[in-house]
């Protein structure tokens, strides 16, 4: 058993204070923290818990919407501005997870959750380079069904589990932090950190900076937006692809187009070239077939995930092809 403290933060201002270093961890609903204590792999010896904190969904004066990180899952999801602006994102927040989870975990907290790989849960029995820096991936040349095919390395091919930070990458959402030194900003398509040899490393957070609100960019006219996600049963399961899609189209050709995928890289990953390829095209299923070829162009299989190219790249197209005939 390891000792730890446990203590309630009033504010922000508070939480940060409390932290005194790497020892100290913010507990959001602990959906995934504990379980990592549990396991071994997260040894806080100080717990500052931030729940009840950072709780608004507010209309901003840009048009844009600020989102609490202590806001539940569920929250955001039901939202009427979210469920009207930004549907890909209610849509893939309900995709993921349990009822029950949903009503307890944070946005903050479904940020910064860790990859669902099982060898870097089994920390008896298996080799992890994000665990244990240097041991080794027991998943390369394991059981990788569920793993990465882009953005991957030598040393992890661990995916980011989270449907909603698919969704916030579509819409180019910027994560807003505290600590000591101020505020920052961060575009969450910049959040996230490749694994390359340095694994462990997973976003840009510092120590003791707290995610204190997400931002939403205000929603683009007629902009048509879906989430759509392949998992090996219905319900509570992490996404072998998900795709969440825009589209807008005028006068018969695609003005924008946006395309971020999960279930494949260890970030949610947005495929800008497959975006330029889409704008200015009429969007034909050719069009969509092309584009889906050029966002999987780069992807690295192993031998239990090399399905994962064609089914991305027909969940890509089944998608644009759904919001086209919306727009049609
Ligand atoms: Fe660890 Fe990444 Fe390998 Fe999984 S894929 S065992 S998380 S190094």
Redesign the pocket.
Known sequence: MNPLTYEKATSSTDALERHDGDAAKFLGAGTNLVDLMREGIATPTRLIDVTGLAQSIEEQSDGGLRIGAGVSNTAVAEDATVRAQYPALSRAILAGASAQIRNMATVGGNILQR?R?S??YDVAG??????SPGEG????GGFNRA?GILGVSD????THPSDMAVALSLYDAVINVESDEGTRSIPINDFYVL?EDT?DIENQLNPGELIVSVDLPAPSANRRATYRKVRDRASYAFALVSVAGSLIIKDGLVVDAGISLGGVAPKPWRAIEAEAAIVGSPPTEETFRNAAQIALADATTQPGNVFKTELAQRVIVAVLQDLAGDAQ
């Open positions: 990859t790989c060898y870097f298996s080799r992890c380079n994000k665990r991936c027991d998943a390369i793993h040393s992890c091919i661990a694994p694994p």
